[in-house]
Structures are given as C-alpha cells and as structure tokens.
C-alpha cells in the first residue's frame, strides 16, 4: 500500500495548494533520534518551514545546540536543507524525543536560555510525577484497596522504541496491578537510572543497550534489577508475569469431610467437647471448620483439639467417632454439623 500512499500524498498536496516559506527561520519536527556511538546524538528531523544551515544555533526539547552537520538519506554531508526535506542533525547535546518540534534561535545564548527554563520545568514535572498522589489515584485506592504498582525505567537506542514499549507497558492495566514508567529516555543505562531505580523502588528495562559497568556496580549494591531485551513483545510479556505475581491469588474453599455432633461434654480445662461421628471424608487436626445448625452457619475458625479416645491426633477418617474442640466456641449443640475446611490457593494471570 505504499504507493497508493504516496500517490494520495501527492494528489493531496496538489489539491489543496501546500506551500512553504523557505526565507525564514527553520522550524519542524523531529522524526526519530538514537544515540550513535560514533558520532553522538543523531537525529532525524523533518524541515517544514525555512531552510536548516550547517552552523545554525538550534533548541529541541531540552537540548540546544549548534548544527554541527547535515546528512541526507544517503549519508552524504550537506549544507542546507529546505522545507519537506528530512536530514539528519549533528550537534544536539542529548537525544531528544520523537515527536518534538525544533526550532532555530536568534543566537546560540537566546536556545541555551530557553533550554535551561524547559530543563527546569521538566525537573519539577518528574518530582511531582514520583511523589505527588493525584484525586483520581487516591479514589482508585480507596475503591479498590491497597493498589500494587509495579515501576520501571526504560532505556533504548533510539527514541521510537523507547515510546513504544512505553506506550504498551501503560496499555498493561487491570483493577488491582499496574506499570508505572517513571523514567524513560535513549542511551546507555547509566548510575543515574540504577539510582532513580533504587530510590522509587523500581526495575530497569533495556532495549538494544549496553549497561555502563559502573552501573552494573552500582545495581548489585543498590539491589536494582537489570533487565536487557532486544525483542518488544518479549518486554510485554516478562512484565505481564511479574504484574501476575503481584496479584493476590484466588482462594477457594472445600469441604474435605463433615461430622455430626452426637453427644456434648463439659470440660473445666478446655472447656465444651462435641462427640462427633465422622459422616465423610476425614477431620483434619490444622484445617478450620465450619459449624452448621440446621443448615446456618454459626461458627467459622480452628480445632482447638482432635482426639480418639483419649490420644491426640491429626485425622480421623469416616466411620469413626472422635472428640472435638472449637477454638473460642462453647455453644456447640447435639445435631450440629462441623465442616473441615480446605483453602486452596490459586495463582491468577493478568
């Protein structure tokens, strides 16, 4: 479907008159961006207003910088390029996020100023993201109970893949777990990200990078879990089994065996002892049980003791009589039912 693609663009275009200034300042938007390990920050950038210059003072994101060099899509070094013309930029201090627009400045001192009050806007942005609980979160946790959370830092090469496994990390939801991406930027993971890691309590994500050694370090001191991946859906799926285990597993409850209260007696030391006859399956000494007068339950909790005759033991099967006492319950009845209870724990998955 490309060249249908294409050939829409084009008679778009020519429909609807698309025109550019090509005399003013060089402004668009940033296409993809990766680290190199060459030639540093590289980014590929989509001029769509003015003309971009080798040497021109220029702001993306955070970063501010000087065109260090253009390359086209063959590689070869040029001096300009115009509107609707992506090339590629050298000369940015970082690696900035797809998606964002640049701009050209008036002087390299008016880009390092406004990249120092975006740095800082930034800054206060990312503290009141880690700290600050929002009305919506709150309401979530009153609702639903103590909400598990599980949080990472994403590194990557480029910036495409970064905003990718983030974007389906956040797509991970359900009523009690959920990711948190608190960071997420291109390049080595540093002993910056293991310490972001460590004070937020969260796992590093690595995609097509390397880990610096002294954040190797670092980790195993700090207990900050690394992990590297090279394949996205792999990502998705490590963190859908850890969100798993964060959830509380589903219990259910069997009754392994019942027993008729056939006779009461009174004992100063342990208190009332029901003289039971096991009706099926078998009493168990360490399950709990249920108490049931004419089909009502009046008490749940543990034996307090099980005997046959007059010997402690840990089952009596059916068919045979035994010696009852409830943990905190004197008014057992004649004709009661007791329940032994099993609680089977079940693992669930998201």
Known sequence: GIDDLLEILMLESEILE?????????????????????????????????????????????????????????????????????????????????????????????????????????????????????????????????????????????????????????????????????????????????????????IVIGFHVQTEPSARELSQSEGVEIRNYKIIYQVVEEIRAALAGLLAPSTEEHVVGSAEVRQTFRSSRTGNIAGCMVNSGHIIRSNNVRVLREGEKVFTGGLSSLRRFKDDVREVNEGFECGIGLEGFNEIQEGDIIESIEVVETLRSL
Not at 40 to 60: C, E, K, N, W
Not at 87 to 113: C, M, W, Y
Not at 158 to 187: F, K, M, P, T, Y
Request: contains cysteine; negative net charge.
């Open 18 to 202: 698309l025109t550019a200034v090509e005399d003013c300042v060089a402004k668009g938007s940033i296409i993809e961006a990766k680290l190199d390990k060459g030639r540093g920050p590289v980014a590929t950038v989509l001029v769509q207003q003015g003309t971009l210059r080798v040497g021109d003072p220029i702001i993306s994101g955070v970063y501010n910088g000087r065109v260090r060099a253009l390359l086209d899509e063959y590689g070869k070094q040029v001096k300009e390029a115009g509107p609707s013309i992506p090339i590629q930029v050298l000369g940015l201090p970082g690696v900035p996020q797809a998606g964002d627009t640049f701009s050209v400045t008036n002087s390299e001192r008016e880009a390092k100023d406004l990249s120092q009050r975006r740095q800082l806007i930034k800054r206060e942005q990312d503290q009141r993201k880690l700290r600050s609980v929002t009305l919506s979160d709150l309401q979530y946790k009153i609702q639903e109970g103590k909400m598990q959370e599980l949080r990472v830092v994403v590194k990557g090469d480029v910036d495409g893949s970064v905003e990718a496994i983030a974007q389906e990390l956040g797509g991970i939801v359900h009523e009690e777990v959920r990711v948190s991406v608190i960071h997420s930027s291109v390049g080595a993971i540093s002993e910056s990200d293991v310490l972001l890691a460590a004070a937020s309590e969260a």
